[in-house]
Every structure is written in structure tokens, then in C-alpha cells.
């Protein structure tokens, strides 16, 4: 489309991704104010006032007061542990014991605070307002080559407690504050480069147009990586996201040859091979991810197919009514349970029974395999390819199957969209994007069910008053009434079945990040669904690339 083609164009010929980029740098968090001296700390019963550090923090656990998170021990081990750090020497000696510390006026203080800004008259909101739309004019775009595009995160995250998904090993500790000297700045030399904050540097400057980040500091909980880029909007990253949709379409094209190989392999007389095979297979099959190095051991004790352990699979022979079961039990990404139960073939079973053979429990499944192997083997087999093309490519064909079984052309947009959230969740259930339900779910859920109750008892009341208006054979709206209430019913049923559908599963990782925004472009077109219904704005943006498509019968 002419999308696409705008930016072949505009790609410079010798593989950079630009020639000319300028911008301000990133916006820290604003420095700590210390509370007022009537809000007072107590440890064991008595006031005690705490050094800024050791305030700064200890403000942190005390805005989290009401959450749950603050009641876990291992949240409240990392938090003490780290809180010490921040102590003087003194402080360190006085509070030892987490249990005699009385956070309550700090806590009571800010929800004061939080309060009064709900309060706020009209013209402190609009001070605020213009102040944020200051900063965004000077900080939110850049120029990269002849556009100037929008920056998506330029606000560097105030420090704070590391919560971490599930139960986070890490939970708890503390979000040090990023400082000027932790940030690496990437622009052009020939820009006007970036200022640090007065009296203060950079870490380092750098030139380097291959990456399309501005600035990148290091994060201490987790030792990754964190990097300010454009919004997703922009050219450079919609041209990603659609050279990750095509990495997929080509695997579509490939994937009975890599199948067929892989079930040789199956056969290999070498062990290294079989588990590669068997590894592979898995990862088609279940959507695993490949396991990031970098995630494991010291972190969270969560695995990837390749890290996976003798004691995270048990196999069954015989099953229920099935063959050779394999049951799966792990920590997958971001310490979310992994569980699933399936028969695999034969010679796959076979095969994981010699793997297991005189291993114990914390033994690796795949002693013969490690990331970097498998990942290694999957460029052979195709360029570009990685466990996370597979997942792509297999959410992508599974939305685009579903959409294809579920949807009906006479069914109404309501009925229509809910198909399309059913096809979404069948990939969300394939990804493995489980969330807890929210807390607020059965409270809705109720709010939910007494407007279907009131429409119910509209709708009778108006279909009586139709049956004896047509008794006496009287002319009136009566009829076009009982329509509009029927549809407004079915609209709220169809809205209840959504949300029950939805409890424990979380839509939006997949619709992010693998589902391939064509297939739903296309779908809209095609049943009359308009896009808005399907993306909210921020989607929107990010898939300008695909919505500006005008094919009705996309195939991925
Ligand atoms: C914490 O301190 C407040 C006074 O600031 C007091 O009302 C409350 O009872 C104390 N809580 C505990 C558990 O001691
Ligand atoms: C996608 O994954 C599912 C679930 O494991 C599997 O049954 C299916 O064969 C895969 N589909 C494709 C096209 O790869
Ligand atoms: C993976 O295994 C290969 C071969 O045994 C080895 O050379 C390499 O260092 C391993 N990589 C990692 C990250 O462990
Ligand atoms: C759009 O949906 C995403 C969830 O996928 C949400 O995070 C975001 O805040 C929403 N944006 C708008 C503008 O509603
Ligand atoms: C922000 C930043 O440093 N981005 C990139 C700049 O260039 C270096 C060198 O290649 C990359 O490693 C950085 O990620």
C-alpha cells in the first residue's frame, strides 16, 4: 500500500535506519519533597523523624498501605531489606523490625493529597494541563530525518516499589531514582544535542543511526534494558511491526518443510538432535517461548521450553480416554503458570521418556540444548526466524481461522464483536495471557445483570402495550418501541457474555503484539464492523500502517 511503498523511499540506501536525528532528552521524575513536619513516622509506639533517603522510601511502602502487596512477606523482606540501605547509621540501628513501624499518618496523609486533587478547581486543572502540554511540545517529539515524530515515552518512571507479575521473587524492592549520569543519549552529531539538567551529565553520548532509540539507561531490579523510542505511531515503528507480521507470513510459507524435519529429527541418532526436534516441536505446538537466559536463574524461577526441568513435566501412557499425555507445570515469563495438558505423538513421547531417563527432578529435560542452540538452528531453517515468530504466526492464523468459523454477515454489530473478542481470547488462551480477575469483576458483573433485569421488564411492559394496542386495532409507535428495547437487550446480554467470557483472561497482549492488525482491518471492512469498535485510539495509532490498507479479503 502507499504506505509501504513511502517507506522504501524514504529508507537511505546504506541500511541505516536514519540520517538525521535530533531531540531534548528524556523528562526525569521530579525530585523528592520531603512531608511536612506535623505527618510523623512512629517505630515501636514513638515519633521518629527519618533522613530525606530514608523518608523518600519509606513514603513508598506507605502508598501502598491498602494493597495487598504490602501484606506478602517476601514483599515486605525485599522492601526492608533494600528500605536499610537508604537508613543512616543510626536509623539502621534503631529500626529493625519491619512489624513496629507505623506508616499510618504518611499513608493517611497522602490519600489527603490524592483527594485534594480530585478537588481542584477548574483553573488549577488547566494550569496543570497547559504545564503537561508544555513539556510535551519541547520533550514528546524529535526530529528524525525530515519528520518530526512523536516520542512515546519520554518520561523517565519515578522510583517507586518493584511490584513484578505474579509472585515476583523481586516483589518489593526498591525502583532506584534515574539520574542524568545513568542515561545514554543517541542522536546525530550533527544535531544540536540533548542538555543534561544543570550541574549534572550524561553517561554518554553516542551516534549510532542502526538503533532507534533515544536514550537507554540500565534498570536495577531486573538488570534490563529500558529505552525511550518513538511512539508507536511513527514510521520506524510501524515499518517493525510490519516486517514482524511479514517474518510470519513467511514461516506460513515454510512450515510443513520445518514440520517434516523436524519429525525426521524425531529419529536422529544423535541425542542433541532429537531434543532440538522435540524442543521445536513443543514450541509449534504449545506457542512456548523459547526461554530468555537473561530472565532465569536469579530471578524469578521461571523457564522457557528450553530451560525446562525433569520436574516440570510428567508423562502418562494412558489418560483419561487419550495417549501418550504430557503434563506441563511452570513458571513461564513474568512468573505466570504455565499448565497445560496434552497427548503429543508417539515418538515424541518415546523420546521424552529417554530424555527423563536416570535424571533427577531439578535436572534439565533438555540437557543436550540451550537458547542460543535452538536459536541458532531456527535462523538456519528460516532467516529471521525465532520462537516468537511461531507465536505470532500460530495467533495470527488461529485469529484469522476463528474469525473466519464464528463470524455471520446477518448477525448485528453487537453479536459481530463479540465474535471477534471470542476469536481474540481463542489466541489469548493459545498464548497463555491469563490474568487474575479483576477485583471490581463481580461487582460489574451485578451492575451488569440488574440492566438486563430492568430491560427484561421494560420489554414486557411495551410488548403488552403493543398486544392490546393491536387489539384495538390501534396505529402507534408501539412496535418500532419493543424493536429498540430488544436490541438495546441483546446488546447489554451480548455485553455480559463478553465480560463472563473474559474473567481470567487478559486480551490485550495479543492484540498488541501478535495478532497481525491486517486480519482485523480486513474483517472490519468486510462485515461492516467499524474499526473504532475493534481498536481504541492508541491502537489506532499504532496500526495506522494496517488501518490505511484498503483490502476487504486480506489473507495473512
Ligand atoms: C499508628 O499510629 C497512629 C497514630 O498516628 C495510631 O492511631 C495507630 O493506632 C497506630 N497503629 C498501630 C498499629 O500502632
Ligand atoms: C497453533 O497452536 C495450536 C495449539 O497448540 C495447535 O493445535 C495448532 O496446530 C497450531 N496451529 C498452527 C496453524 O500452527
Ligand atoms: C549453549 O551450548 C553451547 C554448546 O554446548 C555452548 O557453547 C554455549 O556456551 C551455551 N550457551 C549458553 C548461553 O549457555
Ligand atoms: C486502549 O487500550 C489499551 C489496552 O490495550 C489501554 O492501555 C489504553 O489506555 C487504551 N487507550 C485509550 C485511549 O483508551
Ligand atoms: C540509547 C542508546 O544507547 N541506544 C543505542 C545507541 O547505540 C548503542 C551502540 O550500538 C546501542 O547499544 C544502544 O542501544
Known amino acids: 500500500s502507499s504506505h509501504l511503498n513511502k517507506w522504501e523511499e524514504e529508507r537511505s540506501t546504506d541500511g541505516s535506519k536514519w540520517r538525521f536525528l535530533e531531540h531534548k532528552g528524556p523528562v526525569f521524575a521530579p525530585p523528592y519533597e520531603p512531608l511536612p513536619g506535623k505527618v510523623k513516622f512512629y517505630y515501636d509506639g514513638k515519633p521518629m523523624k527519618l533522613s530525606a533517603p530514608a523518608e523518600e522510601v519509606a513514603t513508598f511502602f506507605a502508598k501502598m498501605l491498602d494493597h495487598e502487596y504490602t501484606t506478602k512477606d517476601i514483599f515486605r523482606k525485599n522492601f526492608f531489606k533494600d528500605w536499610r540501605k537508604e537508613m543512616t547509621s543510626e536509623e539502621k540501628s534503631t529500626i529493625t523490625d ?13 490519600k ?25 511540545q519541547e520533550y514528546g517529539f524529535c526530529i528524525m530525518d525530515n519528520h518530526k515524530e512523536r516520542i512515546g515515552n519520554f518520561r523517565i518512571e519515578p522510583p517507586g516499589l518493584f511490584r513484578g507479575r505474579g509472585d515476583h521473587p523481586k516483589m518489593g524492592m526498591l525502583k532506584r531514582r534515574i539520574r542524568p549520569e545513568d542515561i545514554i543519549i543517541n542522536c546525530s552529531k550533527d544535531s544540536k544535542h540533548p542538555k543534561p539538567p544543570p550541574g549534572t551529565k550524561w553517561k554518554e553520548v553516542r551516534h549510532d543511526n542502526k538503533v532507534t532509540w533515544l536514550a537507554s539507561w540500565t534498570e536495577n531490579i531486573q538488570g534490563s534494558i529500558k529505552y525511550i523510542m518513538l511512539n508507536p505511531s511513527s514510521r520506524i515503528k510501524g515499518e517493525k511491526d510490519w516486517q514482524k507480521y511479514e517474518t510470519a507470513r513467511r ?28 524442543a521445536l516441536y513443543f514450541i509449534d505446538k504449545l506457542a512456548l517461548r523459547a526461554g530468555n537466559e537473561k530472565e532465569e536463574g536469579e530471578t524469578a524461577d521461571t523457564v522457557g521450553c528450553c530451560s525446562l526441568r525433569v520436574e516440570h513435566i510428567k508423562l502418562y501412557p494412558k489418560m483419561d480416554e487419550q495417549e501418550y499425555v504430557v503434563e506441563f507445570d511452570f513458571l513461564g515469563k513474568d512468573s505466570i503458570r504455565y499448565y497445560n495438558k496434552i497427548p503429543v505423538e508417539k515418538r515424541v513421547f518415546k523420546n521424552l521418556q529417554l530424555f527423563l531417563e536416570n535424571k533427577q527432578p531439578e535436572d534439565d529435560l533438555f540437557d543436550r540444548l540451550n537458547t542460543s542452540i535452538l536459536n541458532k538452528h531456527l535462523q538456519e531453517l ?28 446477518d448477525d448485528s454489530v453487537p453479536a459481530k464483536i463479540l465474535s471477534y473478542n471470542r476469536a481474540n481470547r481463542a489466541v489469548a488462551i493459545l498464548c497463555n495471557h491469563q490474568r487474575a480477575p479483576p477485583k471490581t469483576f463481580e461487582k460489574s458483573m451485578q451492575n451488569l445483570q440488574t440492566k438486563i433485569d430492568e430491560k427484561q421488564n421494560q420489554l414486557s411492559a411495551a410488548r403488552k402495550q403493543l398486544k392490546a394496542a393491536k387489539a384495538d386495532h390501534k396505529a402507534s409507535h408501539d412496535e418500532k418501541t419493543v424493536q429498540r428495547i430488544e436490541e438495546q437487550l441483546m446488546k447489554l446480554q451480548v455485553q455480559a457474555t463478553d465480560r463472563e467470557e473474559n474473567k481470567q483472561i487478559a486480551l490485550g497482549t495479543s492484540k498488541l503484539n501478535y495478532l497481525d492488525p491486517r486480519i482485523s482491518v480486513a474483517w472490519c471492512k468486510k462485515y461492516g464492523v467499524p474499526i473504532e469498535k475493534i481498536y481504541n485510539k492508541t491502537q489506532r495509532e499504532k496500526f495506522a500502517w494496517a488501518i490505511d490498507m484498503a483490502e476487504k479479503d486480506y489473507e495473512f
Open 112 to 136: 489527603a493529597q490524592s483527594e485534594a486533587r480530585k478537588q481542584m478547581s477548574k483553573e488549577e486543572k488547566q494550569k496543570i494541563k497547559e504545564e503537561n502540554e508544555r513539556l510535551l
Open 382 to 409: 528460516m532467516d529471521g526466524l525465532t520462537a516468537k515468530v511461531f507465536r505470532t504466526y500460530n495467533a495470527s492464523i488461529t485469529l484469522q481461522q476463528q474469525l473466519k468459523e464464528l463470524s455471520c454477515s
Open 251 to 278: 514461516l506460513k510459507k515454510c512450515v510443513d518443510r520445518i514440520r517434516s524435519q523436524y519429525r525426521d529429527d524425531w529419529k536422529s541418532k544423535e541425542m542433541r538432535i532429537r531434543q532440538r526436534a522435540v
Open 98 to 110: 519491619l512489624n513496629k513501624c507505623n506508616f499510618s499518618e504518611m499513608s493517611e496523609y497522602f
